[in-house]
């Protein structure tokens, strides 16, 4: 649903048995992490941010600085 509602150029996935939110401590949402998959096939958390943004444009220039993409 809220894929569609707000028409988010990004990946988006459920968390259907509130696994990934009971281990991050039972978080309010809106809660965004993004993960970077290295070349090596590593995963590394670039951000973490509890609450809303008000851009998406900002938020998506956030996410490229964050993971070191040009």
Request: hydrophobic share 45%; net charge negative; glycine share 4%.
């Amino acid at each position: 649903m809220f894929r569609k509602t707000f028409n988010t150029p990004f990946p988006l996935f459920p968390d259907d048995d509130f696994t990934i939110h009971k281990a991050l401590g039972d978080v309010r949402s809106p809660y965004f992490i993004a993960i970077k998959i290295n070349k090596d096939g590593t995963q590394e958390v670039v951000h973490s941010e509890l609450d809303s943004f008000d851009e998406a444009r900002a938020f998506l220039e956030l996410m490229i600085a964050a993971s070191g993409l040009k």
